[in-house]
């Protein structure tokens, strides 16, 4: 069993800079794939961006690459979503996802198998 929980959500005006904080504990393995997922009310959750264990390669949503940064710190088990220059369409639950698995860059909610309990992340305008 992996727990996950994340933390550093908040409060930052448009323009401003937001790090969240992600660790995986429990039965983890270095070959694991985590993603940081959003949910704005009244919306689907959406994909954020992606890290591998294997090798550290990133991918992003096209809305948030060249401003969001995910970063990892492997003997922590805890990855970073680095957030600058933040929009008030930013605005969410931001969640994060676990796969024991390396299988690739995964955009699909339905790929992560753990999940934690998400923090809010509010920019106002």
């Known amino acids: ?7 550093g959500g908040g409060l930052v005006q448009a323009g401003g800079s ?6 995986a504990s429990g039965r983890t ?7 940081w997922f959003r949910q704005a009310p009244g919306k ?9 264990g294997s090798n550290g390669g990133t991918y992003y949503a096209d809305s948030v690459k060249g401003r969001f940064t ?8 805890t990855v970073y979503l680095q957030m600058n220059s933040l929009k ?24 992560y198998d753990y999940w934690g309990q ?6 106002s305008s």
């Open 88 to 111: 008030p369409e930013d605005t969410a639950v931001y969640f994060c996802a676990y796969q024991p698995y390396d299988f690739g860059y995964l955009t699909r909610k339905s790929l």
């Open 118 to 123: 998400g923090t809010q992340v509010t920019v």
């Open 29 to 35: 393995d270095s070959t694991y794939v985590m993603g």
């Open 70 to 77: 995910i970063a990892r710190d492997s003997a922590k088990r």
């Open 44 to 52: 689907e959750r959406e994909f954020v961006g992606t890290i591998r």
């Open 1 to 7: 069993q992996v727990q996950v929980v994340e933390s």
């Open 18 to 23: 937001l790090r969240l904080s992600c660790t």
